[in-house]
């Protein structure tokens, strides 16, 4: 089951891609992925690029998460500038950057789920409950745990891995419907 009722149709070439993208992406699958993904997601029209509600609400969780990883890395003594796969150097944020990847998925489910409250611009109650998201269950391992939790739990597992270098020890969440 898809989490957001998407048509299996939709979310086959995705899959084609994601079976296909070469290390580094030299064949820039992600962002042709990225882009069916969000049509899917949102209708063919759907551009990232656009100054809209559904981008608004995109960007301000986005935020949202990134800012409480951020924070959490810096508790661990990370540099967020220096990223894995995010390098650039005005992100000031590459690190971040690079583990809210499976995290950003909760923020486009909330907005899809959210689509008929999203006027011209965000409402107290739509930036209340995209703050809100870092208190809903995510899955992580085989334990159910808040995002805020999942994040920390995310980080040290990164902090094993890197001390043991034993990459098996990284631990990625899952999401789960809110």
Excluded at 71 to 89: D, P
Aim: proline share 3%; hydrophobic share 40%; charged share 25%.
């Amino acid at each position: 089951m898809h989490l957001a009722g998407v048509d299996s149709e939709k979310i086959s070439p995705l899959e084609i891609l994601y079976d296909n993208v070469l290390s580094g992406d030299s064949t820039n699958r992600e962002a042709v992925a990225a882009k069916k993904y969000f049509s899917a997601l949102f209708g063919c029209t759907f551009k990232r690029t656009d100054e809209d509600i559904t981008n608004s609400a995109l960007n301000y969780g986005y935020t949202i998460l990134r800012s409480s990883i951020a924070k959490t890395l810096i508790a661990y003594g990370y540099n967020c500038i220096l990223g894995i796969h995010h390098i650039g150097e005005s992100n000031a944020f590459n690190l971040a950057d690079d583990i809210i990847e499976p995290f950003r998925p909760l923020v486009d489910l909330w907005t899809d789920n959210s689509c008929d409250d999203l006027w011209e611009s965000l409402t107290k109650e739509n930036r209340r409950d995209l703050v809100n998201l870092i208190n809903v269950p995510m899955k992580m391992g085989k334990k159910k745990t808040r995002v805020r939790y999942a994040i920390d739990m995310c980080i040290s597992s990164l902090t094993s891995a890197i001390n043991k270098q034993d990459p098996d020890l990284f631990q990625l969440p899952e999401l789960i419907q809110i």
